[in-house]
């Protein structure tokens, strides 16, 4: 990865290790499955039933590219405007923005390109009224 290319670069965008992160998560991974550690633990307790329910909304190919640890809600985010860094495939926009109601809204954002487009292509059929992702 960063052994192939000048880690000589202007700022953070330029950076090895920034260019390292996009490449696996747009290049390297596409599906679940291909992560390559088990960083993230079993919850504690069971996914609330509100939650199963949302995430039962969200498109097959969205939830194929999560790569996150989970999704932790408080139980009363209805009307909240919520900011997820880091979004990956928008798998939780997908959730919080069902969960946030019409006076809510969600905003993802991701540098991966390949995960922004994953989740605006499967936009429409994932429920996400109240939200965006970049």
Known sequence: ???DRSCCGNGLFDSCLHLDVKDYYGKILRKTSDLKTNACK???QPTPAFIRDALMK???DVCARYYGCGLVVPL???GCRI????SGSGRDC???SQLVGEDGHVTGIDMTEIQVLSSNNNNISSTCSH???F
């Open 58 to 60: 969200v498109h097959p």
């Open 131 to 133: 939200g965006k992702h």
């Open 83 to 86: 900011l997820d860094l880091g």
């Open 1 to 3: 990865m960063a052994q």
């Open 76 to 78: 009363c985010v209805e």
């Open 42 to 44: 079993t919850p504690a």
């Open 94 to 96: 997908y959730v919080l």
